[in-house]
């Protein structure tokens, strides 16, 4: 009775929720949550933050975040009606976490809903046995707060440390952050075209003059089985002739398909185009056809030559190892040439401005950026005394600190090989990952911190009561 009242009401002139839906045409988007009473205990459910440790570090990690400008800082990204989303709070929690434990999307709900430290860190007060949305909510929120928003998040990183993260000399360093991709080759690219060609014949009933299935199969299988010197011949044939359908394909799918399919899909031709048109000596190549964007960087490695992915160049203080800059680039720039735009960024998080920058000798040829001067370790000849020479080399020595700070972002915090799609996906990728190692710094301090008090609380306990510290025996 009471749901029909309630129909009843909202069909009204009068309904409060009259004219307030809009469809996807006028650009759905939903509402912010309703912020959350104060927290308060319940009679017949156990209270969350009473039964687990209060102590435990990312307990007090949520209790360091300020959830609160973030929420302040995200609530314009919504709109004022149409559904409710999810809490601000619950959906950067688990962006926080995922980085934190280097788990999927997927992964990170099944944890969540196990873990009890988990959904009180994220805001719960008491314990969930469901998932607290789909693992689709999470790319949409990444989405919609974009590089600005990681970037506000990875702020709050570096601000947690306080005045350890402020200091006049920075270590800068590049690397590449690696995309989700096989091993591209020009064959192996052309294979995938002429697969995607059939799914658009297919999907739009377009009959093919030919659709070379038997002949491709057999091409694949010589250029991906045959082996030895003298078979070279034969693959560089079966390359030219997958080269060949792949173009044939391409092109009678244009002439054939209807204008308006042929508009939605323009892009998707033009990369086709360049994957069958290209060579292997070719710059600005395409090596995958889902992220047209990955480059591949050469970075001097001995065990690996070329990486395919995008560069990071990262800024971490000299003495505390705290990164403060993570800046990611959609190009090969020369390693010099990314100092402007990550300096510019640790302005914008930090607001502040270090005097030197000491870096490898990739970044030679840069004397001063941004007013921050840069040190390489070049042959400075007569012009400094034998004092400032060595405290350059000290310097320059000082400078391998970083090394093990970016293996750990990449192999702990999910940047080794980034599962997120397009340009977007890299900036925000390498911006959580920077902050998840900062976040993770600052638990390990804490721990540190709260040993070396209740050590000296146990010494100067001792001092004040000398009998306690040797208890007597019978």
Known sequence: MIFYQNLAIISTNKSPYRGKIRSKEQGFEPMRARPRAKHQGRLFKGDLLEQINPKDPLMVLSQAIPWEVLEKEFVPLYSEIGRPAKEIRLMCGLLILK????????????????????????????????????????????????????????????????????????LFDTTVQEQNITFPTDSKLRAKVIGRCWKLAEKHGIKLRRSYKREVKVLVRGINFTRGVKKNQIVSKYGRRLKTVAGALVRELKRKLPVAVLKEHEEQFLIFERVVNQSRKDKNKIYSLHQPQVLCIAKGKAHKKYEFGSKVCFGVTKKSGIIVAAKNFAKNLYDGDTLEDTIKQMQRVLSYK?????????????????????????NQGKRLSDAERKKNKKRNRRRSAIEPIIGHVKNDFRMARNFLKHTLGDEINSLMAAAAFNFKKWMRTLGVYFRLLIFRLVTLFQAINPASAYPQTC
């Open 99 to 170: 980085q934190l434990e280097n788990l999927s999307d997927e992964g990170l709900l099944v944890s969540w809903v196990r873990n009890p430290y988990f959904q009180a860190f994220c805001g719960e007060t008491t314990f969930q046995w469901r998932a607290p949305c789909a693992s689709s909510d999470i790319s949409h929120f990444r989405r919609r707060i974009g590089e600005e928003g990681a970037e506000k998040i990875f702020g709050f990183s570096v601000k947690l440390h306080g005045s350890k993260a402020i200091e006049e000399e920075v």
């Open 354 to 378: 270090p005097e030197l920058g000491i870096c490898d000798r990739g970044f030679r040829g840069r004397k001063v950026v941004e007013g921050v001067k840069i040190l390489t370790p070049e």
